[in-house]
């Protein structure tokens, strides 16, 4: 556990971060996948004091930030699970679910064979995943008197991806919807939705005060870094978006182009991913690069 502020900590191993805010009644940011979620949850047991976890919120459905959550529900049974409209929807839905935890269950594979787990989780597919109410811009979550949680669309990663505002904290948590960070100056760029969403996103973002930046994955941009964290994302997504556009410009080869992405970009904590999905990741950047 590492505090952050005030009223946030982090938990988690650096390849999921999963963030709580609030004191005596906290929310949980971020569900990981079950492997990330099984971390938490040693580290969970481990702490003296414990917030009362009210709200679990799922920031965008991907895999990755949604399957941990039967591990956080047997944690917290009466925590509310909170989520944009889309998420709800396709959270619901059997084949959208069971592809989820297939991915899961070959990254869980992937962490127990490199010595990231002690031993596997439960790798069996479910048929959907429980939110019980959707959020979106503009809804504001009251943790304690003076302490709230603004939500704010954050569309361009995926469809259904929102952030999250502590205004009191100054702290933005953002998900994946600035791109994947898998160094201090190695950034992936994620606008799997579309490339003018994503940089529109970044820049609404970028415009309340922020001293955290709450990304799921890899080191958290803290004060004085925040601003060169922005513009790293701004400037990735731009370079990608150059590079992919000249070299269909060229007439190469889409899955050539993809292989090429795949070896530019998946690194890190990433490199844990099926590389089938990276694959297919990378196809989308292209889809959204042609589309323009």
């Known amino acids: 556990m590492r505090r952050l502020s005030d009223n946030v900590v982090v938990l988690g191993n650096g390849y999921f971060n999963f963030y709580l805010v609030g004191k005596e009644e ?13 971390v938490f949850k040693q580290e969970w047991e481990g702490l003296e004091d414990k ?10 459905s991907h895999f990755d930030h949604a399957c941990g959550i039967p591990i956080l529900k047997e944690l917290f049974p009466d925590a509310e699970v909170l989520g944009s409209a889309a998420a709800q929807k396709f959270l619901s839905k059997e084949k959208i679910v069971k ?25 069996s597919e479910l048929d959907f995943i429980g939110v019980d109410r959707a959020v979106a811009e503009g809804d504001i979550l009251e943790l304690e008197p003076g302490l709230q949680l603004k939500f704010i669309d954050a569309p361009g990663h995926s469809v259904c991806s929102i952030a999250a505002y502590l205004a009191s904290d100054q702290a933005m948590f953002v998900s994946d919807a600035t791109g994947y960070r898998s160094s201090k100056d190695d950034m992936t760029p994620v606008f799997f939705q579309g490339y003018d969403l994503y940089t529109s996103t970044i820049e609404k973002l970028m415009s309340y005060p922020t001293q955290i930046v709450g990304v799921a994955h890899g080191d958290i941009p803290l004060g004085n870094d925040v601003e060169g ?15 992919i556009k000249t070299r269909l410009n060229e007439g190469m080869d889409e899955k050539e182009l993809a292989k090429i992405l795949f070896d530019r970009y998946i690194k890190g ?6 590389e089938e999905m990276m694959l297919g990741s990378m196809h989308l950047l292209i889809k959204n690069v042609k589309g323009k």
């Open 26 to 38: 906290a929310v949980l940011l971020e569900c990981g996948t079950r492997a990330g979620a099984a």
């Open 51 to 60: 917030p009362a976890v009210k709200y679990i919120v799922i920031l965008h």
């Open 229 to 243: 964290f922005y513009q790293n994302t701004l400037l990735a997504a731009e370079e990608g978006f150059d590079f």
């Open 99 to 123: 592809d989820l935890y297939r991915n899961d269950a070959i990254l869980s594979e992937c962490y127990f064979k490199n010595g990231l787990l002690q031993e596997k989780p439960d790798t």
């Open 269 to 274: 904590g990433l490199a844990y991913y099926p």
